[in-house]
């Protein structure tokens, strides 16, 4: 997989204020509007894919009237450093909904990158959403990015969830589906988001885009 990696902020649409955001989040993200309406139209258009319970792992509860939708790599530094925003967040929004996009842009460079993001899957599959937590928490949680995850790592870090890997399923397809989603996305690079609403017909004033790292004040005003 081979991917233009073009990290960094870019423009976004404001949703309303969230509780506990404050009016400087609120005001940067305003700064990032997004002047590209296709962007938005093409969210609204794949919100099932973006939202499904079936395509991705997911965490927070089925009902939650918000979900944030997160494309990164095991690999990417900012997709670590905003891992721990997004878990900031959602301590204090119990109602938060969050889809998981693995999305190993950096496999060409970094064959942990798509190991890594293959086994999560894999984890995912077989165990469900719990169990990919848990792996994705200790991947992120050991620091090692740009190159430093280890195939050992990955292997310590599945075999603590009882991932049997001699029947692990193939993940390809999910693998494929999440790179033609970001690019359809115009997505350049990870870290990415989607802010939109959890169920139903969503619209385009309803959807915030966020193509980098942001802090977890920024995510709250986006929510």
């Given amino acids: 997989m081979c991917i233009a990696l073009t990290v960094g902020l870019g423009c976004l649409t404001l949703m309303p204020l969230a509780y506990g955001a404050s009016e400087d989040a609120a005001a940067q993200l305003w700064e990032y509007r ?44 900012y997709c670590g450093r905003l891992q721990n925003e997004i878990s900031e967040v959602t301590r204090n929004n119990p109602q938060l909904r ?3 996009k693995d999305w190993p842009i950096f496999g060409s460079r970094w064959p942990a990158s798509l190991a890594a993001a293959k086994t999560g899957l894999q984890i995912w599959r077989q165990k469900g959403n719990d169990a990919y937590m848990q792996y994705h928490q200790a991947l992120f949680s050991s620091g090692k990015t740009e190159g430093t995850l280890t195939d050992n790592d990955i292997r310590v870090a599945a075999q603590a969830t009882g991932f049997a890997g001699q029947i692990a399923p193939v993940v ?37 885009v966020i193509p980098g790292f942001v802090s977890a004040d920024i995510i709250r005003a986006a929510i």
């Fill in 98 to 100: 969050v889809v998981f």
């Fill in 172 to 208: 390809d397809k999910e693998l494929e589906s999440v790179n033609s989603l970001a690019l359809k996305l115009g997505f350049g690079g990870t870290p990415a988001m989607v802010v939109m609403p959890s169920g139903g017909n969503a619209k385009a004033d309803q959807v915030t």
């Fill in 34 to 77: 997004d002047n590209n309406p296709g962007q938005l139209k093409v969210a609204v258009e794949q919100q099932q894919l973006l939202t499904g319970e079936t395509v991705s792992p997911v965490v927070g509860p089925a009902d939650a009237p918000v979900t944030l939708v997160v494309f990164f790599d095991y690999q990417c530094m």
